[in-house]
């Protein structure tokens, strides 16, 4: 096999996402070539980065001010042309980010093929070259083994990242470099106008090890703040927040966690005043340690908590980061 | 001189028929798939797409010329469009999947969606979807239909903002950490975050109404496409149990807990 891996890169950083697509791409058991896209300014450094990533063979990489923010209009004919009859790959791969899921199935569609999504556990066969996949479904109440089998000329899938550890680097390795010319669209029929990313001097939430989350029972998003921030501060954690709390606008979309939100597995997750509906379970539940508080002692939540207090939050969690400091 | 035509906007919904959302899953013991026979409604994501383009006609009131939508599933599916029917589409249509046959995949149904656009007379200028179904979580069905057709595509779309005369949508998306703004010409393909909208309930006239309106019956042979799975789905299992109900009393406890798996506070 020969896996294709697409290495998102944000202010000159890899994603840790696409680290752990990369580690999923290595299980496959054969050649490993990562892809930089980006505009020129974005690509070169990021190359650099990425060659020195363990377990990667090659580094291709294409740059074009067309390439600057992603879109996949504009990045879906480089990979048609990378991918086409005579390529060389038999799997491309990506995190399951919002950038890698716009991407990746427009080009599996425009070369006949699926893709399976969100992938947590693989086997390929080398034999058979088939490859197995498990992956949640309903919201992770099951979890489908599917196979793509060798008809299939090439597998596209997408990884879940805290299935698998993100790859390292090794200043000693340094993988070959390529350089692909880009694929420019005239008249490109989507343009960028914005971004505005939340700035946070915590941890990310997707591959932060202690996370303190909150739910509707926080109020307003003054009180959400007040309330989470000294205990994440406390802890070092990053800060996630119920499908409820984000849409009565306590918390900021990217903080959501759940089926629908970021599917994050910590050391540590603190639900604080979060019921614990399914579709947030599905974000949070193979956490390692999870600790819940609520006041309402039948809330959901406390079936997959390791350690549940049932009290009002706005004594115990000023308590607790009060005993912590300490 | 004739004033030059305006451009009416044709709409395009698909629509999913889901298990619902409250329902608890139960994973069959032969480990085929998990148990159908509870209740089932539209994939809530499409309901926001259904929702949102209604609502895009309380807006642009006459420049909307259709909002149609269509469902590709069983018999049963039918009860799904006359759902979105009831929330303000005009008419549907049902590519019918045999009861016995697997669930489509997303390129199977990107396909069938490209048929059906295909053999619209006015064309479609607009498609609004949901940004997956909560049955196979896979979120690849818009992307695919728009690589499909070559068209400009949105995804996880929180709002959406469509200039019928400069033929252009204003989307702005849920992008990891944070938003994102996109320019897109029509014709294009949106797939629906949470925060686009809140779905309305259908009122008992309404759902009266929907009866009558028109659904149009087709075959995946009508549209000449195959829905077979690519994909060999080998089993379906239950997720690792979690043993959880651990309580303690008080926040010392807590902290005691805390310490014993090993969480110390950060030095600040």
Known sequence: PHALVFLEHREGVIDSGSLSALTAAQQLGGQVTGIVIGAPDQVKGVVEKAKTLKGLNTVIHSASEQYAHSLPEAVSPLFEKLLGESSPYTHVVSAHSSSAKSIL?????????????????????????????????????????????????????????????????????????????????????????????????????????????????????????????????????????????????????????????????????????????????????????????????????????????????????????EKLKQ | MRPSAVRLLNILVPVKRTVDYAVKIRVNPDQKGVDLNVKHSMNPFDEIAVEEAVRLRERLKDEVKSIKVVTIGPTKAAETLRTALAMGADSGIHVEVPDSAPPPEPLGIAKALRAVIQREKEGVDLVILGKQAIDDDASQTGQMLAGLLDWAQATFASKVDVDPKAKTANVTREIDGGLEELKCQLPLVVTTDLRLNEPRYASLPNIMKAKKKPIEKLTPADLKIDLTPLLETVKVTEPPKRKGGGKVESVDELIAKLKEAGITPVKS
């Open chain 1, 105 to 321: 199935p427009r080009v599996a569609a425009r070369l006949d093929l699926p893709a399976v999504s969100d992938i947590t556990s693989l086997e390929h066969d080398a034999s058979s070259n088939a490859t197995t996949f498990t992956r949640p479904i309903y919201a992770g109440n099951a979890i489908a083994t599917v196979k793509a089998p060798s008809s299939l000329r090439l597998k596209f899938f997408t990884v879940r990242s805290t299935a698998f550890k993100a790859a390292a680097a090794d200043e000693s390795v340094q993988a070959e470099e390529q350089t692909v010319d880009p694929v420019e669209v005239p008249n490109l029929p989507t343009q960028h106008v914005r971004t505005d990313l939340t700035k946070s001097d915590r941890p990310e939430l997707g591959s932060a090890s202690r996370v303190v989350s909150g739910g509707r029972a926080l109020k307003n998003a003054e009180t959400f703040n007040s309330t989470l921030e000294p205990l994440a501060d406390v802890l070092g954690a990053a800060i996630g927040a119920s499908r409820a709390a984000v849409d009565a606008g306590y918390a900021d979309n990217s903080l959501q966690v759940g089926q629908t939100g970021k599917v994050v597995a910590p050391e540590l997750y603190i639900a604080i005043g979060i019921s614990g509906a399914i579709q947030h379970l599905a974000g949070m539940k193979d956490s390692k340690l999870i600790v819940a508080i609520n006041k309402d002692p039948e809330a959901p939540i406390f079936q997959v908590a390791d350690i549940g207090l049932v009290a009002d939050l706005y004594q115990a969690v000023p308590e607790l980061v």
